[in-house]
């Protein structure tokens, strides 16, 4: 097994943690190269460079294409077209065409056929994973953690297709009765990023389509192949042409697709998942037609760790929010907050921790937990981050440097402060800045000092404790004694600048429900 860590320092001395696994690189590049195309995969032998709309596998009208790359390895997996906005009107049509038959099917009807696509990617789950990881590079284990999660919005929204309850409410007159329906927005436009490419999916289009919307969904240039596989799934449990329609755009085609999705006078919502510039600049487009949307958008979580809190437990939810997907989640700790009282004790555990449970490498081997970054435009920005603190005076205790290709290690920073852009900005990425606090108040008031509010932790034994900071949390999510606490049926997106709207759980669905008040009067 490959231990690689990287470079590691104790009292700001650099030494290396291990020569051997650190001069190592993270995986043999020659032998992982064998057998690994998803086309080999007995269940996507399908995926021929084609994107879906209305039922069919189709080209970019201008035959263009782009190419799909492991990040672990740089291989080219496969080339998807290059749609623009003239393919993306195309596609909302057909969609606004199914829109008009799929809403009029039963809740029953939906269930049903959506019970039969979480089967069928239940049946797909290891394929699926496995085309995760080949295109977004994290490891196998965290790829079939996501399935799990992706697949439970798919049965969670089936199940909730029959409970789009309406209202009646008390009349105030004898004559007439007061009714509210809830019926399907509309053709719903939906953007979703690279780091989970199933469930980001899954959590918007499966509660849009239980409601009896169809949907354009462009997902992220990184990583559209887990977005086809799910199109060929729900085309074989029986989901009508043009309700699920896929568009694969290049990142030089995403402004002109997404200003198509955000202008149409036929797109009734938009539903984005991204970082906050994109997001700020979706919200404006939408308003020249005044559409719904939903954003989750970045985040800055604050994790507090408080002298009454169970130390080893703090640590095992600091490695499993920092770490999971190499730090590349919205709602990651960005922030490590520690009451100074125990301050020394904690970092010194953290390190121990990530020597022994994390391993950098290809996410398809078995042990990894740390697969690489996305791109290189990641790879950098970690290292500026790193740089950067180290600089203005934090400490550098575990990992700092780059790997081979896309890969960095995991990083452990201590003596962290406010000012540094590790701790002012969305990280990103596999690095731990752990900053000191000194009373409850002054953690509170840094947890909310930024324009995000996504996700926050806290970790305490104090029950009084607990619901104070809770409440004061400025946050959409919040674990307390818990590093990963997403589930599909949890409402969940974010406050501030952090968002619009949630999805997940009952909530999700009333993103894509319209309501009517129905005064009904001569009785
Ligand atoms: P990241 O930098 O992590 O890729 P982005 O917010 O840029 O995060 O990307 C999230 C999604 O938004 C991706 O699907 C991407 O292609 C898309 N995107 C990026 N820029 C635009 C844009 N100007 N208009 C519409 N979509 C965009």
């Not at 998803?38 to 035959?63: C, H, P, R, T």
């Not at 996501?146 to 929204?157: A, D, I, Q």
């Not at 700790?333 to 022994?356: H, L, P, S």
């Not at 009084?464 to 946050?475: F, G, K, M, N, Y």
Request: charged fraction near 20%; charge should be neutral; proline fraction near 4%.
């Amino acid at each position: 097994m490959l231990k690689v860590l990287g470079p590691c320092v104790h009292s700001n001395k650099l030494t290396v943690y291990s020569q051997k696994v650190f001069h190592s690189p993270p995986f043999n590049l020659q032998t992982h190269q064998q057998n690994r195309t998803y086309k080999q995969m007995d269940s996507f032998k399908w995926l021929l460079n084609k994107a879906y709309v209305n039922g069919k596998w189709i080209s970019a009208e201008n035959g263009k294409t782009f190419e799909v790359t492991n990040p672990a390895t740089g291989e080219v997996l496969g080339s998807v077209p290059d749609m623009n906005g003239s393919d993306t009107e195309s596609a909302i049509k057909t969609a606004y065409v199914a829109f008009q038959s799929w809403k009029e099917r039963t809740a029953k009807e939906r269930s049903e056929i959506m019970l039969r696509w979480t089967n069928l990617c239940n049946v797909h789950k290891e394929d699926l994973a496995k085309l995760i990881t080949m295109e977004n590079g994290k490891p196998l284990k965290d790829s079939m953690a996501e399935l799990s999660y992706g697949v439970g919005f798919l049965e969670l929204y089936a199940e909730e297709a029959k409970r789009v309850y309406g209202d009646i409410i008390p009349t105030n007159a004898k004559s007439r009765r007061l009714l509210v329906l809830k019926q399907p927005i509309g053709v719903c436009g939906m953007i979703t990023p690279w780091n989970f490419p199933h469930a980001m999916i899954t959590r918007k289009a499966a509660a849009a389509i239980a409601a009896g919307c169809s949907v354009v969904i462009k997902p992220a240039e990184d990583t559209p192949l887990s977005a086809l596989a799910l199109c060929q799934l729900a085309e074989e449990a029986g989901l009508p042409a043009g309700v699920l329609n896929v568009v694969t755009v290049s990142r030089d085609n995403a402004p002109d697709v997404g200003r198509t999705l955000c202008e149409s006078p036929l797109v009734q919502h938009i539903s984005f998942t991204g970082s906050s510039a994109v997001g700020k600049c979706l919200l404006s487009q939408s308003a020249s037609t005044v559409k719904k949307t939903a954003m989750e958008l970045g985040g800055n979580a604050p994790f507090l760790v408080f002298e009454s809190a169970d130390l080893e437990a703090a640590v095992k939810g600091v490695i499993a929010c920092k770490f999971r997907c190499s730090g590349q989640t919205c709602v990651s700790a960005n922030r490590i907050y520690v009451q100074e009282g125990i301050y020394d004790k904690f970092v010194a555990r953290f390190a121990e921790e990530m020597d022994n449970e994390l391993r950098t490498g290809d996410g398809l081997q078995p042990g990894t937990t740390q697969g690489p970054l996305i791109n290189q435009r990641a790879v950098q920005k970690i290292d500026s981050f790193v740089q950067d603190a180290i600089q203005h005076g934090a400490r550098l205790v575990r990992g700092g440097s780059k790997g081979q290709g896309n890969f960095y290690y995991p990083t452990l920073l201590s003596e962290v402060t406010s000012q540094m852009m590790c701790a002012r900005e969305e990280i990103f990425g596999p690095i731990a800045g752990v900053l000191r606090f000194k009373t409850e108040d002054e953690a509170v008031i840094m947890a909310n000092d930024t324009q995000w509010g996504l996700a926050g932790y806290l970790f305490s034994r104090d029950l009084s404790q607990i619901w104070r900071v809770t409440e004061r949390l400025e946050a959409g999510i919040v674990g307390v004694n818990e590093g990963v606490v997403p589930c599909p049926e949890v409402p969940l997106g974010g406050w501030k600048e952090s968002g619009l709207g949630r999805e997940g759980g009952r909530y999700g669905i009333e993103e894509f429900l319209e309501l009517k008040y129905v005064c009904m009067g001569g009785l």
